[in-house]
């Protein structure tokens, strides 16, 4: 349940980053990595984000998608996660149940 707060509030976060464009040019890669970083961050502290400056200059629209990829991505990995943790307690479970055939 902790996750899934922290992932809306680094979501909201992001979302609050578009808005706030120039007109330089800007490396959408580096953007991403830079949203990346302080979007695991936001998971680990709880602390809201801002637009990172490796974002100055990417549109609004562009800003959005790569907002949505890595609240994606994050959600894919966390979702995998609790499946392994799942997985893992149904074997150990499982284990406690097997008995030896006569």
């Known amino acids: 349940m902790k996750t899934r707060t922290a992932v809306c509030s680094a979501l909201l976060a992001l979302?609050?980053?578009?808005?706030?464009?120039?007109?330089t040019?800007?490396?959408p890669a580096a953007c991403k990595?830079?949203?990346?970083?302080?979007?695991?961050?936001a998971i680990a502290s709880g602390k809201e984000g801002s637009r990172p400056d490796a974002c100055d200059g990417i549109d609004d629209?562009?800003?959005?998608?790569?907002?949505?990829?890595?609240?994606?991505?994050?959600?894919?990995?966390?979702?995998?996660?609790?499946?392994?943790?799942?997985?893992?307690?149904?074997d150990a479970g499982l284990e406690d149940l097997e008995t030896s055939a006569p």
């Open 15 to 23: 979302a609050a980053l578009t808005g706030c464009s120039s007109n």
């Open 25 to 27: 040019e800007a490396d």
């Open 33 to 41: 990595a830079a949203m990346e970083k302080q979007f695991a961050e």
């Open 61 to 90: 629209k562009t800003l959005q998608k790569l907002a949505g990829e890595v609240v994606g991505d994050q959600t894919s990995k966390e979702l995998e996660k609790s499946l392994d943790d799942i997985e893992a307690s149904i």
